[in-house]
């Protein structure tokens, strides 16, 4: 038996609605938005509650998830498409500019990661990128596992193995990159995200998640 999913992050995330949205919207300005060009379609995988999606400017928007819930954090520019992360059938190959996964292949089988990612190649269009964030294993690996819903650990360095291995060339690869949690040692004013984002010295000491950017030949 496990745990509901709906319980789980309705506690790990209770109370914190409204900074999450305000976090994710600088983050999109102050930093993804400079691999996302305004005419682009953008797909998020793993959407959760849509809050890089529905603050990413784009031409296109794209929402999966396999939680129904999905629909009702989307905004009204956002299609949002209930299903696995790897069954994209409804989105035609070579139809995508940019592939946005964050906080997710750490609640999957290394199976189902290689299977995501391989879906995510097949969508996007040539030259097309897939950004990851992602809590990296080697730098918080005493707090990994203080998430119940976590059964993977996963290591910069071998998510760069597989994306060569799939074919993708990596451009960015930046071991450490945001806190690993928002209830960790996150900045909680905007000018303080704003600033910590302008002086990247600073992942070094603070960054537990991973973010790598590549690109599809």
């Not at 199976?111 to 030259?127: C, F, N, S």
């Not at 000491?205 to 590549?214: C, E, R, S, T």
Request: glycine share 4%; net charge neutral; hydrophobic share 45%.
């Amino acid at each position: 038996m496990s745990l509901p999913e709906r319980e789980i992050y309705r506690q790990r995330f209770q109370g914190e609605a409204k900074f999450r949205q305000m976090l994710w919207s600088i983050l999109c300005e102050h930093w993804f938005q400079r691999w996302v060009t305004e005419d682009a379609t953008v797909l998020e995988i793993a959407a959760g509650h849509c809050e890089f999606i529905n603050s990413i400017r784009a031409g296109k928007k794209l929402a999966v998830d396999i939680n129904p819930d999905t629909v009702s954090h989307a905004n009204e520019d956002v299609e949002v498409i209930i299903t696995s992360s790897t069954e994209l059938d409804g989105i035609d190959s070579e139809s995508v500019d940019v592939v946005f996964v964050s906080n997710f292949f750490e609640h999957i089988s290394k199976d189902d990661i290689v299977a995501t990612v391989e879906q995510a190649k097949r969508v996007l269009r040539r030259g097309g990128q897939i950004l990851i964030l992602q809590p990296n294993i080697r730098f918080t690996a005493r707090d990994y596992w203080m998430f119940f819903d976590h059964v993977t650990p996963v290591d910069d360095r071998a998510l760069r193995e597989m994306l060569d291995v799939l074919g993708f060339e990596t451009t960015v690869q930046l071991p450490k990159f945001l806190p690993y949690t928002t209830k960790s040692r996150y900045p909680r004013a905007p000018f303080l995200i704003r600033a910590y984002l302008r002086m990247p010295f600073l992942f070094r000491f603070f960054g537990g998640q991973a973010f790598l950017v590549a690109k599809k030949p």
